[in-house]
């Protein structure tokens, strides 16, 4: 299913820049960054679940919020993009 995963984490101090890097850090392994803070992540059910508890154990949850949007398995009629990034499939080969 595909998960979109947004954060945004208050960085006005060193632990919230370390919180932001860690967050990045995991999510980066798990999809494609679209935006900043945004995600694209293809994942199973097990995946996400252990995802979203490392995200959860890593946010400071008076600070930071932690958004995700479970698109499902029948989301490309649900994505438009528009502007400079080229778009790229989900599904396809992510070349690190």
Do not use: W
């Amino acid at each position: 299913m595909l998960v979109l995963i947004t954060y945004d984490v208050n960085t006005e101090d060193a632990a919230g820049r370390k919180r932001l890097r860690q967050a990045a850090r995991l999510c980066v392994n798990y999809g494609q960054r679209v935006q900043n803070s945004v995600f694209e992540c293809s994942l199973d059910a097990a995946q996400c679940k252990m995802v979203r508890a490392r995200l959860l154990d890593i946010i400071d949850k008076e600070k930071d919020s932690l958004r995700l949007y479970y698109l499902g398995n029948n989301y490309s009629g649900r994505i438009e993009h528009f502007g400079a990034k080229v778009s790229y499939d989900p599904e396809g080969t992510l070349m690190v």
